[in-house]
């Protein structure tokens, strides 16, 4: 069995990490851990052609910063599953197109990814990558909600990175 | 762990239910199959007859097919009348299950065309969802033309 679980940095996307570290799985089941950075410069260089090469500079630097928490990720999950049955990738493109076509092409069973529910009115909606990933992907798809308490305080920015840590202590 | 496995009157239950035997469960998951009989006008009182007894056969085997993949796990099963999403999404909530299980043919909601079962339940519920990808099998009694032709 072959699970792709798409990541990006949000605390939703680690408790997708953390719902699948936690999971029986059949023996020789492989998982791909799957970041995609956008393409900046594709966006705003119409309206900006002289920040190009700062959206391109910007784009690489998100590329080497999801780089590492992808392989930190990938670590994590490595010595839970093995070595041999763990990979991490960061590509380029847009989210879910690219999610979509390397589910296609790595023969995957079933995506795994965030639902990016935070609170208020997000909180019932599906995100629009989850959203598009589920109405296009080839395969099965598990969309991972989470449940946020209201007097939690794990709603600053870098939660998703305390996530991780909390998750590699526990381990 | 608490799951509910959604099926609809279809054949498609047999592909919910191979997909569910080929994962991994923790030994003290309890899977719940769950049919829902929609609601139609009392003219059609036959065809609503038809479909509930159509639901009992359908959990009744797709219990049994569990049992016959996942000997010893526990199955129940049961058929409730209303709209399919709002019935599984507070099936979920007042049973506080940890997944939702339900097929999808990837049919993307509109203007003209309502959001899906699979599109509703996977935004309203309270839990994670696993949407079973289906592969196309010959439409079933009750399955418009309308639904077959909007299938990706």
């Known amino acids: 069995m072959k ?3 798409a990541v990006d940095d949000s605390l ?3 408790e997708a990490v953390s719902v699948v570290a936690n999971r ?6 492989q998982f791909k851990i799957v970041h995609v950075v956008e393409p900046i410069a594709a966006q705003y260089g119409l309206v900006a052609p002289e920040a190009v090469s700062l959206m391109l500079e910007a784009e690489k630097k998100l590329k ?4 590492k928490f992808t392989t930190d990720i990938g670590d994590y999950l490595k010595e839970i599953f093995g070595d041999q049955q763990v990979s991490s990738v960061v590509i380029g493109g847009y989210i879910a197109d690219s999610i979509i076509e390397l589910a296609r092409d790595w ?3 079933v995506i795994v990814v965030g639902s990016h529910g935070r609170t208020g009115l997000d909180k019932i909606l599906l995100g629009s990558v989850a959203e598009k990933i589920v109405n296009r992907s080839h395969c099965s798809v598990e969309v991972i909600k989470m ?5 939690d305080d794990t709603s600053s920015k870098d939660d998703g990175s305390n996530a991780l840590a909390k998750q590699k202590q526990a381990v | 762990m608490k799951v509910i496995i959604a099926v609809d009157q279809t054949d498609n239950w047999k592909q919910i239910i191979e997909a569910t035997v ?3 469960w923790p030994s003290d998951t309890i899977f719940r199959i769950l049919t829902v009989v929609e609601p139609g006008a009392d003219a059609l009182d036959k065809t609503k007859t038809h479909q509930a007894h159509t639901a009992d056969r359908v959990v009744h085997e797709a219990r049994a097919l569990m049992f016959e993949h996942l000997p010893g796990c526990t199955v129940y099963s ?4 209303g709209k399919a999403a709002d019935e599984l999404v507070t099936v979920a909530a007042n049973w506080m299950v940890d997944k939702i299980i339900l097929g999808t043919h990837g049919r993307k909601a509109n203007r003209l065309i309502p959001a899906t079962v699979p599109q509703l339940v996977s935004q309203n519920s309270c839990c994670s969802v696993d949407l079973v990808k289906l592969t196309p099998v010959k439409a079933s009694v009750g399955e418009s033309s309308l639904t077959q032709a909007t299938a990706q």
Do not use: Q
């Not at chain 2, 049961?78 to 009348?81: D, I, L």
């Open chain 1, 3 to 5: 699970v792709l679980i």
């Open chain 2, 22 to 24: 080929k994962r991994s």
């Open chain 2, 78 to 81: 049961e058929v409730r009348k």
């Open chain 1, 147 to 151: 449940k946020i308490k209201k007097n």
């Open chain 1, 64 to 67: 080497a910063y999801g780089v």
């Open chain 1, 24 to 29: 029986p799985w059949a023996d020789g089941t």
């Open chain 1, 107 to 109: 023969h995957a069973d």
């Open chain 1, 12 to 14: 939703c996307s680690h």
